[in-house]
């Protein structure tokens, strides 16, 4: 595997020298969100669509349900939690090198996405919100009635492979790398937060995934990511070592709690 | 007559109520202490050509349930659903059975089950075709089942993990 990665390095750039430390991306103008709310009392069945397109390999969007208030809020569990990475496409990139940018930076996928979300079949009291990083053309069909949505600003963070302190490359539809940790702070009111071993077709190591409650193992065989949720202010981290192959650029995801 | 048949009835009831109660206490009570009730529950993901459904069976009050989705999106390369026990719960997967079900011409997927720390996995399969594989998966901190395939998923096709024998009183 590092040489299939020393390869690809080399074939792409074949340059030398790693760099770059974990490192998270808050860009507000790349986050956009939607929150769907009751328009009546109690609770009710959910039921909806998303769809969207991605303005680069490492869009994301993620979608949660949240009851209660204050620091007493929590997941919704009848909410089936979403996430959605497009993934590398486009233009090739070597990471963890002095010049990491082969071709054309922007790494456009204009790649239609269609998710269907639901409270599968369990009636929902609960606010749902859909956050989404580098997402463009989004549609949110509701097919229950009783909800409505509104635009929100999320506040979110994503760190991919080539920001952590990894090496490796990735075009094609493929990273190929070797991963060590990768870390992102989360909001005062609470968030959410996903990591990603990025390893998903091949690959092998194990890790940790914190900033939760508690630490969850994971692990390229039998489960490479993990997701938890905290009501305060937590640093999220993935930490681990991991070499492998995967279709998807982002190790972590932070999205946080909005006031209230 | 029919009162003195009942008794029994009612104290087996009773106990079988008081068990499952006192093992759900213990799995409340103790931080991340393992317990011997399995994982029951279905999780399924299925496409038939018209966009991929994930579904669970999981109580919300003990799993919660989420849904990952990874590669080029009109054709994902993963659907990952994934059910995780609340905070201080673990269960045990002693008879997960995994089923992955293709049916059509070009349909192509394959099918996994995990439970934390062992999996089950059908390979992919294509054609009208069905693959299924049974085994004691161990300690469940979790529950996966995910459609995979080393180019994107063709509908139309079912992946299935389920740990069977939901206990009725």
Same mark, same amino acid.
């Not at chain 1, 770059?20 to 709310?37: F, H, L, N, Q, Y």
């Not at chain 1, 809020?73 to 089936?80: G, P, S, V």
């Given at each position: 595997?590092?040489?299939?990665?020393?390869?690809?390095? @080399?074939?792409?750039?074949?340059?030398?020298?790693?760099?770059?430390?974990?490192?998270?991306?808050?860009?507000?103008?790349?986050?956009?969100?939607?929150?769907?709310?009751?328009?009546?009392?109690?609770?009710?069945?959910?039921?909806?669509?998303? @769809?969207?397109?991605?303005?680069?390999?490492?869009?994301?969007?993620?979608?949660?349900?949240?009851?209660?208030?204050?620091?007493?809020?929590?997941?919704?569990?009848?909410?089936? @939690?979403?996430?959605?990475?497009?993934?590398?496409?486009?233009?090739?990139?070597?990471?963890?090198?002095?010049?990491?940018?082969?071709?054309?930076?922007?790494?456009?996928?204009?790649?239609?996405?269609?998710? %269907?979300?639901?409270?599968?079949?369990?009636?929902?009291?609960?606010?749902?919100?859909?956050? %989404?990083?580098?997402?463009?053309?989004?549609?949110?069909?509701?097919?229950?009635?009783?909800?409505?949505?509104?635009?929100?600003?999320?506040?979110?963070?994503?760190?991919?492979?080539?920001?952590? &302190?990894?090496?490796?490359?990735?075009?094609?539809?493929?990273?190929?790398?070797?991963?060590?940790?990768?870390?992102?702070?989360? &909001?005062?009111?609470?968030?959410?937060?996903? &990591?990603?071993?990025?390893?998903?077709?091949?690959?092998?190591?194990?890790?940790?995934?914190?900033?939760?409650?508690?630490?969850?193992?994971?692990?390229?065989?039998?489960?490479?990511?993990?997701?938890?949720? %905290?009501?305060?202010?937590?640093?999220?981290?993935?930490?681990?070592?991991? @070499?492998?192959?995967?279709?998807?650029?982002?190790?972590?995801?932070?999205?946080?709690?909005?006031?209230? | 007559?029919?009162?003195?048949?009942?008794?029994?009835? !009612?104290?087996?009831?009773?106990?079988?109520?008081?068990?499952?109660?006192?093992?759900?206490?213990?799995?409340?009570?103790?931080?991340?202490?393992?317990?011997?009730?399995?994982?029951?529950?279905?999780?399924?993901?299925?496409?038939?050509?018209?966009?991929?459904?994930?579904?669970?069976?999981?109580?919300?009050?003990?799993?919660?349930?989420?849904?990952?989705?990874?590669?080029?999106?009109?054709?994902?390369?993963?659907?990952?659903?994934?059910?995780?026990?609340?905070?201080?719960?673990?269960?045990?997967?002693?008879?997960?059975?995994?089923?992955?079900?293709?049916?059509?011409?070009?349909?192509?997927?394959?099918?996994?089950?995990?439970?934390?720390?062992?999996?089950?996995?059908?390979?992919?399969?294509?054609?009208?075709?069905?693959?299924?594989?049974?085994?004691?998966?161990?300690?469940?901190?979790?529950?996966?089942?995910?459609?995979?395939?080393?180019?994107? !998923?063709?509908?139309?096709?079912?992946?299935?993990?389920?740990?069977?024998?939901?206990?009725?009183?």
């Amino acid at each position: 595997m590092r040489r299939l990665t020393a390869m690809v390095a @080399t074939l792409l750039c074949g340059v030398s020298a790693a760099v770059a430390v974990p490192a998270a991306r808050a860009e507000p103008g790349r986050a956009t969100g939607w929150v769907i709310t009751r328009t009546g009392r109690g609770p009710a069945v959910l039921k909806g669509k998303f @769809t969207g397109s991605a303005n680069s390999a490492t869009a994301t969007a993620v979608l949660f349900a949240l009851s209660g208030r204050g620091r007493s809020r929590k997941l919704a569990n009848a909410f089936t @939690t979403g996430r959605i990475d497009w993934g590398a496409d486009g233009s090739p990139r070597v990471y963890g090198v002095q010049s990491p940018c082969v071709a054309a930076c922007t790494d456009p996928v204009e790649t239609p996405a269609g998710y %269907t979300f639901s409270s599968n079949g369990h009636k929902l009291d609960a606010a749902v919100y859909v956050a %989404t990083w580098d997402v463009h053309n989004v549609t949110i069909d509701l097919m229950s009635p009783g909800w409505r949505v509104r635009p929100w600003t999320p506040s979110m963070r994503t760190v991919q492979s080539e920001d952590a &302190g990894d090496a490796g490359a990735r075009a094609l539809h493929t990273t190929v790398g070797t991963f060590s940790a990768a870390e992102a702070p989360g &909001g005062r009111y609470g968030s959410i937060g996903w &990591g990603i071993l990025p390893c998903g077709t091949y690959g092998s190591g194990s890790g940790r995934f914190t900033g939760g409650p508690r630490a969850w193992p994971v692990d390229c065989e039998y489960g490479r990511s993990a997701l938890d949720y %905290t009501a305060g202010a937590t640093r999220w981290r993935m930490s681990g070592d991991a @070499t492998g192959v995967g279709a998807t650029v982002n190790v972590l995801v932070v999205v946080d709690y909005p006031v209230g | 007559m029919s009162r003195t048949r009942g008794i029994p009835r !009612l104290i087996v009831s009773m106990t079988t109520t008081l068990v499952v109660a006192t093992a759900s206490v213990v799995a409340i009570g103790t931080p991340a202490q393992a317990v011997d009730v399995p994982a029951y529950g279905v999780i399924t993901i299925t496409d038939d050509g018209t966009g991929f459904v994930p579904a669970w069976t999981y109580d919300p009050a003990l799993w919660s349930c989420s849904t990952e989705v990874e590669g080029q999106f009109n054709a994902p390369t993963a659907v990952i659903v994934t059910c995780r026990a609340s905070e201080g719960m673990s269960f045990i997967c002693p008879r997960m059975v995994l089923t992955t079900h293709t049916a059509g011409f070009v349909a192509r997927a394959g099918g996994r089950a995990t439970c934390t720390y062992d999996s089950l996995d059908t390979g992919i399969i294509s054609g009208f075709n069905a693959a299924q594989r049974t085994g004691d998966l161990g300690r469940a901190l979790w529950v996966k089942c995910a459609a995979y395939s080393d180019i994107p !998923l063709i509908p139309p096709y079912t992946v299935t993990c389920n740990e069977p024998g939901l206990p009725t009183l």
